[in-house]
């Protein structure tokens, strides 16, 4: 160019267009790039692999795997509970091992070894405190949600010397949790609100308490009795009249059938006033009034329950079965009070898990390596994929629920 070449520039009123627009481009980028590495955690889960010792984050949205986390030791029997931003999942396996994995992350950012032999846990209310409930050595744990630093330690040590395994563990008011000990047949209520100094209140329990739940309300802990025919409650608004017995000698005068697993209570199997709670050794489900304790009625069933878990609504009550029928599931109308499907989703179905509306429940089809997902409505399989061995499934909207 000629340095007599003289520089035509665009007219002001040309540059009163393009300006603007040069901003808003510069404005768009600057504003829409990270939006494509930032997801909400409301609809994310794990599927606990346990023969690997790994589990799968899963999204429900689209029904899909988005990675695997291993390295999570032994993770028989397995149970999750989620920090209160969903974002972190604590998971307990039976070697003792507590992991918090960071599921936008995908990656293992916590990992202490608390005890031999441990049988879940739950978190405080406010988040702060995550309990680990242990079979050996038997009592429960206290720690820092944020660090697993240990807080307290609570052995299960009766009077008499004995220690005993600790089940039924759920997160009450405050920073309080409750539980039950085996073989002291005890329900303890442990407060956390100065770990220093956790204080423990202590109450009759029964014949071998095996599992419990805390009703959705928070209101009332009811643990099942392997030992004897029945359960107890503990009234938690009035926990100084002690625990009572219900259902006591449900199976009076029946022979009992062996039992192939024990049942679970964990569920939140209450709907519409009325507790369903699977019978030990028995092809029944058992249905209690929730005003007064006592038992109304009884479903037959394929075989021995092992969930019988409440669609959220209400409506329906979802129940599987131990071996040798373990690849049926049963769903109960709780109006009719009748069974009204009966389906063959897979082989081995060891957990059921609802979406928080209740339109879908997905299930571990452990014999068939696969999770298998229902339309609750159509009762229609609407997707599914692999897995390998998949035992528990486990959704973060459990962080926004007592008792799980």
């Known amino acids: ?115 031999g032999n441990s049988i879940g846990g739950s978190i405080s209310h406010d988040g702060r405190i995550v309990v680990a409930q242990n079979y050996a050595p038997g009592g429960v744990k206290a720690f820092d949600a944020n660090t697993l630093e240990l807080l307290a330690e609570v052995p299960a040590i009766t009077e008499d010397g004995r220690r005993s395994k600790v089940v039924g563990l759920a997160d009450l008011s405050g920073r309080r949790f409750i539980y039950s000990l085996f073989e002291a047949g005890e329900i303890w209520i442990t407060d956390f609100s100065d770990p220093t100094n956790p204080q423990t209140q202590r109450f009759a329990g029964g014949n071998q308490p095996y599992d419990a739940l805390v009703t959705p309300d928070g209101r009332h802990y009811i643990a099942g009795l392997f030992g004897e ?61 929730t005003d007064t304790w006592q038992e109304v009625g009884r479903i037959p069933v394929r075989s021995q329950p092992v969930f019988a878990m409440a669609r959220p609504d209400g409506r329906e009550i979802w129940v599987n079965f131990a071996f040798p029928d373990n690849g049926w599931v049963q769903v109960i109308d709780t109006v009719s009070g009748k069974v009204t499907h009966t389906l063959q989703p897979g082989r081995g179905i060891l957990h059921m898990e609802f979406l928080s509306k209740g339109y879908e429940v997905w299930m571990s089809a452990r014999d068939d390596n696969k999770v298998v997902i229902y339309d609750t409505a159509t009762k229609q399989q609407v997707g599914g994929f692999e897995s390998a061995s998949p035992s528990g499934i486990f959704f973060t909207t459990r962080a926004a629920r007592t008792g799980f």
Not at 34 to 55: K, S
Not at 88 to 112: C, N, P, Q, S, W
Not at 251 to 274: C, D, F, I, N, T
Request: with cysteine; net charge positive; charged share 20%.
């Open 1 to 115: 160019m000629s340095s007599q070449t003289k520089v035509r520039l665009a007219p002001p009123a040309l540059w009163a267009v393009i300006l603007p627009a040069i901003v808003w481009l510069l404005s768009a980028c600057s504003s829409f790039g990270p939006v494509a590495h930032v997801r909400g955690t409301g609809d994310l889960g794990v599927v606990i692999e346990r023969a690997d010792g790994r589990v799968k984050v899963i999204e429900t949205s689209g029904r899909s795997v988005l990675a695997t986390v291993d390295g999570l030791g032994d993770l028989s029997h397995a149970s999750v509970v989620f920090s209160r931003d969903a974002r972190y999942a604590f998971v307990f396996g039976r070697d003792g091992g507590l992991t918090k994995v960071d599921l936008l992350e995908a990656k293992i950012v916590g990992r202490v070894l608390q005890a």
């Open 229 to 289: 025919d029945g359960l107890a409650r503990l009234d938690l608004w009035n926990p100084e009249q002690g625990s009572r017995k219900i259902l006591s000698g449900y199976g009076k005068g029946q022979e009992p059938l062996p039992v192939y697993k024990m049942p679970h209570l964990r569920g939140w199997s209450v709907a519409g006033g009325r507790a369903y709670l699977p019978a030990i050794g028995r092809h029944e489900v058992l249905v209690v009034d």
